[in-house]
């Protein structure tokens, strides 16, 4: 199974500021995605991160706001730009296939407050 | 409108007893169903898949499509099976999951 880290674990930001969120697995893996899941809610895809082109953004997400970079088949990174407390949330990054077909592997989390 | 919908926030059952956490889904389409789970401080893990129709853990879940519902089931719950608990759709071969909102169960002693 992939192994997967993300960095930084935890982090505290100030609003207007940005964080970027890195991803890396172990092995190279043909689909990584980041969601977000909000206090006490779902988590909903922000985004599927493609190798060497642009990310694929889901309904209501914005690269200007979620910028995704992903160089090459194992490492992608996840910018929050100009933050607001609204984006208090685990960004998570996951991979796929996660050993069965369909299913994914994910990252612990990042968990982000902004004040 | 796609959507996956468990109605429990919160179960809570004596060791031993039945465990049924209800997951209802909208889909238009033909969906792939998973239920994933969240250990306490552990990331979140696949459980089971309704298509390889397997017992993981104890568990089943039986995928109704008159009902439009998968609904994950346990005959005698353990303590260790205290986790949060998520049901997931996405279309076949898509890999674009949409989450349900998750249901904490808690097995008491």
């Known amino acids: 199974s992939a192994v997967i880290s993300q960095k930084p674990s935890r982090d505290i930001c100030q609003r207007g500021t940005s964080l970027t969120i890195q991803c890396q697995v172990d092995?190279?893996?043909?689909?990584m995605f980041w969601y977000r899941q909000q206090p006490g809610q779902s988590l909903t895809l922000i985004a599927t991160?493609?190798?060497?082109?642009?990310?694929?953004?889901e309904s209501g997400f914005v690269i200007d706001k979620f910028p995704i970079s992903r160089p090459n088949l194992t490492f992608s990174t996840l910018t929050v730009s100009n933050m607001s407390p609204e984006d208090s949330s685990i960004y998570l990054c996951?991979?796929?296939?996660?050993?069965?077909?369909?299913?994914?592997?994910f990252g612990p989390g990042t968990r982000l407050t902004v004040l | 409108a796609q959507r996956v919908t468990q109605p429990e926030k919160l179960l809570s059952v004596f060791k031993g007893a039945p465990v049924e956490l209800k997951c209802n889904y909208s889909?238009?389409?033909?969906?792939?169903l998973f239920w994933y789970v969240q250990y306490s401080r552990q990331r979140l893990q696949l459980l089971l898949r309704?298509?390889s129709r397997e017992s993981i853990k104890g568990f089943t879940a039986d995928l109704n499509k008159g009902e439009t519902s998968f609904h994950l089931k346990k005959p005698f719950a353990q303590e260790e099976d205290s986790a949060m608990y998520y049901c997931?759709?996405?279309?076949?071969?898509?890999?674009?999951?949409?989450f349900g909102t998750g249901t904490r169960l808690k097995v008491l002693a």
């Open positions: 997931a759709l996405s279309g076949s071969g898509t890999y674009k999951y949409i």
């Open positions: 309704h298509i």
């Open positions: 996951s991979v796929g296939p996660g050993g069965p077909p369909d299913t994914q592997y």
């Open positions: 092995s190279q893996v043909t689909m």
């Open positions: 991160a493609n190798q060497g082109s642009e990310a694929t953004y």
């Open positions: 889909y238009s389409g033909s969906p792939e």
